[in-house]
């Protein structure tokens, strides 16, 4: 259970969604829904194995990646009022919802995927799938729209995204319909 401002947050719903093998990597990708937020894990499955392949990682995993429930990389989707959204990125919500109906807005807070090795491998984009997956329909924006930054790898996965997805906005100004 996730605790709240309003107390504990009883409506949690979690999937795992099969483990695929990239590169000799073996990953699952686990989603917890709540009311107003989605979490979604990457678990690395065969990680001690795999990194030990890695350059430099001869010397062995630290103990806190050892634990079977460690998350190799985390996404963060927060439901978002739209008096929070900074203006320049309502006209992109507004253009969405002219054109796919008024939906729920959601930010992506934090995307982290916790080593350099796991990069540009589509994993982060995987991630970002599996969130929207978990509260279609509904329009998505960056953490840089809800008053937060977005990296520069975090926007080219928004680039990627907009091929996608309907779409408003360039840069870190984006917004999705999922």
């Keep these: 259970m996730r605790q709240t401002a309003r107390?504990?947050?009883l409506r949690r719903v979690v999937t795992r969604f099969a483990a695929t093998k990239l590169d000799g990597l073996q990953v699952e990708y686990r989603v917890e829904k709540y009311s107003d937020e989605v979490v979604v894990r990457l678990i690395v499955l065969n990680r001690e194995e795999w990194y030990r392949q890695q350059p430099g990682w001869s010397r062995g995993l630290p103990s806190d990646m050892r634990k079977p429930d460690y998350a190799d990389g985390e996404l963060v989707l927060k439901q978002i009022s739209t008096s929070k959204i900074r203006?320049?990125?309502?006209?992109?919500?507004?253009?969405?919802w002219d054109r796919e109906g008024q939906l729920d807005v959601w930010?992506?807070?934090?995307?982290?995927?916790?080593s350099t090795?796991?990069?540009s491998r589509g994993l982060g984009k995987e991630m970002y799938l599996k969130g929207f997956k978990a509260i279609s329909p509904a329009i998505v924006t960056s953490d840089h729209c809800g008053g937060g930054q977005t990296s520069p790898s975090a926007k080219r996965v928004w680039?990627?995204?907009k091929s996608a997805y309907p779409h408003s906005g360039t840069g870190d100004d984006v917004a999705v319909k999922v």
Excluded: A, I, T, Y
């Design 7 to 9: 107390g504990l947050d």
């Design 87 to 96: 203006d320049q990125c309502m006209s992109n919500v507004q253009d969405l």
């Design 107 to 114: 930010v992506v807070r934090s995307v982290l995927l916790g």
């Design 117 to 119: 090795k796991l990069w």
């Design 159 to 161: 680039e990627s995204l």
